[in-house]
Nanobody, 123 residues
Framework: QLQASGGGLVQAGGSLRLSCAGSGRTFINYSMGWFRQVSGKEREFVAA????????HYAVSVKGRFTISRDNAKNTVYLQMNSLKPEDTAVYYCAARGPYPSYSDSVSAYDYWGQGTLVTVSS
């Protein structure tokens, strides 16, 4: 029900925009989040946006470089990633929590997950 796309290979300092499109149901009243995972490590929080779009949170490691946004008309959430670093290399997952939820950066709090898209940043 969530399809992530937009990953790829980019040089350090470059940019990518990830998209996460919902299908089969509307996620308008769901909070949306982005997480990432490196092989052998736990999945970690990257960013989240409330169902209304008025509340946004970022992990310290990406704040100022990444921007999360949503287009409810398209049932889609985005993650604009600028000034990418090699340590941003990971599989990125989008997730939905709701309906009308409170903020959470916990993996276990999210109800729906996309399949992941690989981002590789070369040095």
């Amino acid at each position: 029900q969530l399809q992530a796309s937009g990953g790829g290979l980019v040089q350090a300092g470059g940019s990518l925009r990830l998209s996460c499109a919902g299908s089969g149901r509307t996620f308008i009243n769901y909070s949306m989040g982005w997480f990432r995972q490196v092989s052998g490590k736990e999945r970690e929080f990257v960013a989240a946006i409330s169902w209304s779009g008025t509340s946004i949170h970022y992990a310290v490691s990406v704040k100022g470089r990444f921007t999360i946004s949503r287009d409810n008309a398209k049932n889609t959430v985005y993650l604009q990633m600028n000034s990418l670093k090699p340590e941003d290399t990971a599989v990125y997952y989008c997730a939905a929590r709701g309906p009308y939820p409170s903020y959470s950066d916990s993996v276990s709090a999210y109800d729906y997950w996309g399949q992941g898209t690989l981002v590789t940043v070369s040095s």
